[in-house]
Nanobody, 117 residues
Framework: QVQLVESGGGLVQPGGSLRLSCAAS????????MNWYRQAPGKERESVAA????????SYADSVKGRFTISRDNAKNIVYLQMNSLKAEDTAVYYC??????????WGQGTQVTVSS
């Protein structure tokens, strides 16, 4: 079955960096776009970044442009989110998300990112 497992979250000071990973299994990873979302306490889940199946196209929320970079390794079935210059408002649970044709929509369990001094 489709599984998405995030890792790499933690506590970081403002201005710091983290790299999140999402390990995918159960589907033909290389054929699908992948997404990162986040949800802060009391707020709706929002899209952060997306990457095409080949990695040749990416998009970002305005709030993270220039600070976050999404990438993927199709040989390892992993999608990454490199987060630099982190701010307190980046504090949230970060989720990996995929829409798999004829199978469904899938979320990982999430990984907590806390930006605080």
């Amino acid at each position: 079955q489709v599984q998405l497992v995030e890792s790499g979250g933690g506590l970081v000071q403002p201005g710091g960096s983290l790299r999140l990973s999402c390990a995918a299994s159960g589907f033909a990873f290389r054929n699908y776009a992948m997404n990162w979302y986040r949800q802060a306490p009391g707020k709706e889940r929002e899209s952060v970044a997306a990457i095409s199946s080949t990695g040749g196209s990416t998009s970002y929320a305005d709030s993270v442009k220039g600070r976050f970079t999404i990438s993927r390794d199709n040989a390892k079935n992993i999608v990454y989110l490199q987060m630099n210059s982190l701010k307190a408002e980046d504090t949230a649970v970060y989720y990996c998300y995929a829409v798999v044709t004829a199978t469904g929509r899938f979320w990982g369990q999430g990984t907590q990112v806390t930006v605080s001094s």
